[in-house]
């Protein structure tokens, strides 16, 4: 399984950026997707995750209600929509994936073996 995030770069206070993940190389039904980040000198923290098969989602404390995740499946493709950035938010986000996962579980990183190579955001005041 390979994941490919993009969709990071400099935004403003207060503005909006959509992270996208291209998972590839296996088949994905019953897979959950999720989105972590970590800041400078941070651990790494749950922001968003997605079940594959029928959409469930988890969201963590750290964007909530700033942010949505979505998935595409023809295009095997994740999302995370966030608005209204905040300085805060700084940090490389990683997509994940791991196959037979229940939804409440899907907010622990150490239980997803494939992870993308991380896409910076970074927010300025």
């Known amino acids: 399984v390979q994941l490919q995030a993009s969709g990071g770069g400099l935004v403003l206070a207060g503005g909006s950026l959509r992270l996208s993940c291209v998972a590839s190389?296996?088949?994905?039904?019953?897979?959950?997707m999720g989105w972590f980040r970590q800041g400078p000198g941070k651990e790494r923290e749950f922001v968003a995750a997605?079940?594959?098969?029928?959409?469930?989602?988890l969201y963590g404390d750290s964007l909530k209600g700033r942010a949505t995740i979505s998935r595409d499946i023809t295009a095997n493709t994740v999302f995370l929509q966030m608005n209204s950035l905040k300085p805060e938010d700084t940090a490389v986000y990683y997509c994940?994936?791991?196959?037979?996962?229940?939804?409440?579980?899907?907010?622990?990183?150490?239980?997803?073996?494939?992870w993308g190579q991380g896409t910076q955001v970074t927010v300025s005041s």
């Open positions: 994940a994936a791991r196959p037979r996962i229940i939804t409440s579980a899907m907010g622990v990183p150490s239980l997803y073996p494939y």
């Open positions: 190389g296996g088949t994905f039904s019953g897979y959950g």
């Open positions: 997605i079940k594959w098969t029928g959409g469930a989602t």
